[in-house]
Nanobody, 128 residues
Framework: QVQLVESGGGLVQAGGSLRLSCAAS????????MGWFRQSPGKDREFVSA????????FYADIVKGRFTISRDNAKNTVYLQMNGLKPEDTAVYYC?????????????????????WGQGAQVTVSS
């Protein structure tokens, strides 16, 4: 079992920046990808970004490309999401997810079903 703990959420004005962190509770040698999703009231959980844990592959939803950057620190078992140019529509609870199954294809890492573990979520609120 892998426990994921997000941090770094908060309130920011439009145009501002935040960095989310997600720390895994144990060695991630069995993890093949980690991702970020978000969910706002009345909407389905949507993919934001993902990274392979063992290569340089990264993936982004079109709506965040050029504004958000995902990175990882394998030594710290931590994945980050740097969010710049935030907009009010980015307001949501952001969830970190980890995939233990191998073969993290682009299709798999872009969908909630492609992950095995989830964090508790971090609220991000962007005011206009």
């Amino acid at each position: 079992q892998v426990q994921l703990v997000e941090s770094g959420g908060g309130l920011v004005q439009a145009g501002g920046s935040l960095r989310l962190s997600c720390a895994a509770s144990r060695l991630t040698s069995s993890i093949h990808a980690m991702g970020w999703f978000r969910q706002s009231p009345g909407k389905d959980r949507e993919f934001v970004s993902a990274t392979s844990w063992n290569s340089d592959s990264t993936f982004y939803a079109d709506i965040v490309k050029g504004r958000f950057t995902i990175s990882r620190d394998n030594a710290k078992n931590t994945v980050y999401l740097q969010m710049n140019g935030l907009k009010p529509e980015d307001t949501a609870v952001y969830y970190c997810a980890a995939r233990e199954r191998p073969n993290p294809t682009a299709r798999a890492v872009g969908a909630a079903w492609g992950y095995d573990y989830w964090g508790q979520g971090a609220q991000v609120t962007v005011s206009s």
